[in-house]
């Protein structure tokens, strides 16, 4: 999932580079990007079915949890509508992505990438953390809804993340298209001054003077 959602997002910023400044991206970055999504994307995909046969196949009371998020327990169903939703989402990006006239278009790339994205994160976010919760070891299935300041954590979080890369971003674009020098490279030549070669030996043989 992380090398899926990872170059997903890292294909949505570099389109938006190029949109906006003058710094050009080849399509071949793209091309290698969206080809490593995409194989990222099925081998995801493969890894859900497999957690679902394993989960499903023999029930347990271990997989007590796999079925309150995937179809409810009696009147507790708060996620069942998130991880379906998330479940379509990578399918529908995935098969965009797998079709090669689409993948090299971006117009179908970057929504794709998007969507994913976005479906990666229920699928992590919501549908990972939240059901190791529920049951609780007590057996009671108490239904999670995050406070305003869980909220506002999650905000900053991202906020903070996306602060860092701006200035990251805003600091590397001016040197990769020469716009930002240093000092010295953009001094003329003549008038340089360069400081002439000692002619002092770096070294000095010195003998003891023997007395006479």
Not at 61 to 85: E, K, R
């Amino acid at each position: 999932s992380a090398f899926t959602a990872g170059p997903a997002f890292v294909i949505l910023l570099l389109h938006f580079i190029r949109r906006t400044t003058r710094y050009d991206i080849a399509d071949g970055a793209f091309s290698k990007l969206a080809l490593v999504t995409v194989a990222a994307a099925q081998v995801n995909i493969v890894m859900l079915i497999s957690e679902l046969f394993y989960k499903f196949y023999s029930p347990t009371h271990h997989s007590i949890n796999a079925q309150y998020l995937f179809f409810g327990l009696g009147q507790h169903h708060a996620l069942v509508p998130w991880i379906w939703t998330g479940i379509a989402l990578n399918v529908i990006a995935t098969a965009v992505l797998m079709i090669h006239p689409l993948r090299h278009n971006p117009r179908w790339l970057m929504p794709a990438c998007a969507t994913l994205f976005i479906g990666i994160w229920i699928e992590k976010g919501i549908g990972l953390v939240i059901p190791g919760f529920v049951p609780s070891p007590l057996g009671e299935i108490v239904e999670y809804t995050p406070t305003w300041v869980e909220l506002c954590v999650t905000a900053g979080i991202w906020a903070l993340g996306l602060f860092v890369l701006t200035v990251l971003v805003r600091v590397a674009l001016p040197i990769e298209l020469g716009e930002v020098r240093s000092p010295y490279l953009q001094t003329p030549p003549a008038a340089r001054t360069v400081r002439p070669r000692s002619t002092r030996p770096r070294y000095q043989d010195v003998r003891p003077v023997r007395n006479r």
